[in-house]
Nanobody, 125 residues
């Protein structure tokens, strides 16, 4: 059984930064492509960023490109999302996800097999 546990969310002022972490247990972390998604109140869950198993291939939603950075530590079984220049519209529950095709990260929920419970990020104006 694969388990994903996010942490690092919180309340921050606009323009501030946060770093989210996602610890994966139960299977070999490097077997998975990884992604971050978010869901704001009353909205559909949306793609934020994804990374392949080596950490070299990364992909971002246009709304976060240049502000957010996804990375991974395969030795530590941990996925990260560094979020800078935060905006109120970034407020959401952020979920990490693991996909069983390590070479193919991407923006679609169907590409991911396992999901974390999420961590709340709130950006005040």
């Amino acid at each position: 059984q694969v388990q994903l546990v996010e942490s690092g969310g919180g309340l921050v002022q606009a323009g501030g930064s946060l770093r989210l972490s996602c610890v994966v247990s139960g299977r070999t972390f490097s077997s998975y492509a990884m992604g971050w998604f978010r869901q704001a109140p009353g909205k559909e869950r949306e793609f934020v960023a994804a990374i392949n198993w080596t950490g070299v291939g990364t992909y971002y939603a246009n709304s976060v490109k240049g502000r957010f950075t996804i990375s991974r530590d395969n030795a530590g079984n941990t996925l990260y999302l560094q979020m800078n220049s935060l905006k109120p519209e970034d407020t959401a529950v952020y979920h990490c996800a693991a996909g069983a095709r390590p070479h193919y990260p991407g923006p679609y929920e169907s590409m991911y097999n396992y999901w974390g419970q999420g961590t709340q990020v709130t950006v005040s104006s």
